[in-house]
């Protein structure tokens, strides 16, 4: 079984182009908000190229960036010089943090689906267990997971988004696959890139695991956290099995 880390070097020269056709920055001002109104320093597991990272820092937010993937990076710190902000960007593995306790974070963020990657659950115990040990008591560990991933139909080949980038032209191919057992949706990427005559292809496969809510509440409250609240969508709004959008909010106790 691969690991939930492996192909994000390879998806890191993708990444924002996707985002920008899909999630674009919909989820950007909850996290800035969140963020803005803790009083205290912020960690971002799997910041990646700086989607989140960038608009929190701008918004005058002392947060550190942790990722596995340096071309994650690479492209998060040149998204932070364009910018002109400042943040801390780690390379590291979110099961392990690699921070003192003695400053601890009032903050930690886990955006689109980052637990996700994590394809056991051992995984899982080991990430909250060290987040738990990084934050502040009464801190804030704030999770956004992508609904239901197991109820997507399987395909094979299917053309998912096509447009410009830069001089020439991009196009996703995917295949999707399930492992029920795992609670595992396996994503085959297929990037084609067309310039002129040029033609350049990227294959990479990217493994998610979903658990329902009341799965992830569970393991939350055995890690030593408490529930404050489950959203549906970023603007608030209440949860249900049906939301686009699942995000919990819990407390260290």
């Known amino acids: 079984m691969a690991e939930g880390w492996h192909g994000w070097d390879e998806y890191a020269p993708?990444?924002?182009?996707?985002?920008?056709?899909?999630?674009?920055?919909?989820?950007?001002?909850?996290?800035?908000?969140?963020?803005?109104?803790?009083?205290?320093?912020?960690?971002?597991l799997g910041?990646?190229?700086?989607?989140?990272?960038?608009?929190?820092?701008?918004?005058?937010?002392?947060?550190?960036?942790?990722?596995?993937?340096?071309?994650?990076l690479a492209r998060a710190r040149r998204r932070l010089?364009?910018?002109?902000?400042?943040?801390?960007?780690?390379?590291?593995?979110?099961?392990?943090?690699?921070?003192?306790t003695r400053t601890p974070f009032a903050l930690v963020m886990a955006p689109y689906g980052i637990l996700q990657s994590l394809t056991r659950d051992r995984d899982l115990r080991e990430t909250l267990a060290s987040v738990r040990q990084v934050l502040r008591r009464g801190g804030i560990l704030a999770i956004d997971l992508v609904p239901d991933l197991p109820r997507w139909s399987e395909y094979d080949r299917r053309v998912s988004l096509a447009g410009r980038r830069g001089g020439?032209?991009?196009?996703?191919?995917?295949?999707?696959?399930?492992?029920?057992?795992?609670?595992?949706?396996?994503?085959?990427?297929?990037y084609e890139e067309r310039r002129g005559r040029q033609r350049s292809v990227q294959k990479f496969s990217l493994t998610f695991r979903t658990l329902s809510?009341?799965?992830?509440?569970?393991?939350?409250?055995?890690?030593?956290?408490?529930?404050?609240?489950?959203l549906g969508?970023?603007?608030?709004?209440?949860?249900?099995?049906?939301?686009?959008?699942?995000?919990m909010l819990a407390r260290r106790r």
């Open 168 to 190: 020439g032209h991009l196009t996703l191919t995917e295949s999707v696959r399930q492992d029920r057992r795992r609670r595992l949706t396996i994503f085959d990427q297929e």
């Open 81 to 100: 010089r364009r910018a002109k902000a400042a943040a801390r960007l780690v390379r590291g593995d979110i099961r392990q943090l690699p921070f003192r």
């Open 213 to 230: 809510v009341p799965q992830m509440r569970r393991r939350l409250e055995d890690a030593g956290f408490r529930i404050d609240t489950v």
């Open 47 to 72: 910041c990646g190229t700086g989607r989140i990272t960038v608009p929190v820092a701008r918004a005058g937010v002392r947060i550190v960036g942790i990722d596995r993937s340096e071309r994650m």
């Open 14 to 44: 993708f990444y924002d182009w996707e985002n920008a056709q899909t999630v674009a920055r919909r989820d950007v001002r909850f996290w800035r908000r969140l963020a803005s109104a803790q009083g205290g320093p912020v960690l971002e």
């Open 233 to 247: 969508d970023y603007d608030g709004g209440p949860w249900d099995s049906r939301a686009d959008v699942w995000m």
